[in-house]
């Protein structure tokens, strides 16, 4: 069966790679991100043949209510937006902002979406982070964001069993995409994440898409409020 499959953040990075696997599964899929030079470089960008590119930020409600009352079915929703600012997320008006997209634009989208699912019996899959469990000096908002996306997938995991929507995170360790470019291009920073990373590797959006694929398939049907590490062991240490 063709499922329709909606991914936020999907024109870059571990969302790009998880449009890409669903389309190449032969689900139809819709990627969603910020209207603006990415999404434009996406369109003309030949690995997203046959993904129906959008644009939508996640914390413009009236726009996610929009998009979720135009797409008719769907089966599976991946909540992958999101944005890091670092030691600026000290500021406050940062520190909501990363809030509003990261945690309240994962929120958005479930709620918005919820009748769908409900309908075809669907699956949420949320991104969380080594950051839902552990802290980041440097990083308190995109931190505080993973750890709610962790809960709120727990509560609407639970919240929404008895209506068949299966409700499942991963949490990526270190994969090399756009948010992570800078660390990657510091050797010696890039060096200290491999020694601390037990499988001693970068993560790719291809792993992380593996694990989202297993989590939104019927092979994961009695699953729902887990938290799934893809982080080459990181977690474990
Ligand atoms: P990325 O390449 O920067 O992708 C982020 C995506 O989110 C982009 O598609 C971006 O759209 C979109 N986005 C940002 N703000 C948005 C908004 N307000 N509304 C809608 N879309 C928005 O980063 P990534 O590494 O693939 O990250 C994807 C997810 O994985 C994030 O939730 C991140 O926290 C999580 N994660 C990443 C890592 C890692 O090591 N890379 C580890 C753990 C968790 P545009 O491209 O249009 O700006």
């Known amino acids: 069966m063709t499922r329709k499959v909606l991914v936020s953040g999907g024109t870059s990075g571990i969302g790009a790679g998880i ?35 959008k644009a939508l930020d996640v914390s ?20 992958c937006a999101g944005m890091i600012r670092r030691m600026a997320e000290y500021e406050m008006a940062t520190f909501l902002k990363v809030l509003d ?45 993973k750890g709610g996306v962790m809960q709120l997938t727990k509560s609407l995991a639970v919240a929404w069993a ?21 660390l990657q291009d510091d050797a010696a920073r890039s060096q200290v994440i491999l020694d601390r990373t037990p499988m001693a590797r970068w993560g790719t959006p291809a792993d992380v898409a593996k694990a989202v694929l297993f989590l939104a398939s019927d092979k994961a049907d009695f699953i729902t409020g887990a938290i799934l590490p893809v982080d080459g062991g990181y977690a474990a240490m």
């Open 19 to 53: 449009a890409q696997a669903f389309r190449d599964h032969g689900d139809s899929v819709i990627a969603v991100g910020l209207a603006g030079p990415e999404l434009d470089t996406a369109a003309k960008d030949g690995a997203f043949r046959g993904i129906t590119l």
């Open 60 to 79: 413009d409600q009236q726009a996610v209510d929009d998009l979720a009352g135009s797409l008719g079915d769907l089966d599976v929703l991946v909540n």
């Open 101 to 145: 997209v990261n945690l309240s634009g994962t929120m958005r989208l479930c709620m918005a979406c919820k009748p769908q699912l409900a309908a075809r019996r669907g699956a949420i899959v949320n991104m969380a982070s080594m950051l839902s469990f552990f802290g980041g000096p440097a990083v308190p908002a995109y931190s505080a964001s």
């Open 162 to 182: 008895k209506e068949g929507i299966r409700v499942n995170a991963v949490a990526p360790g270190w994969i090399a995409t756009p948010l992570t470019q800078a």
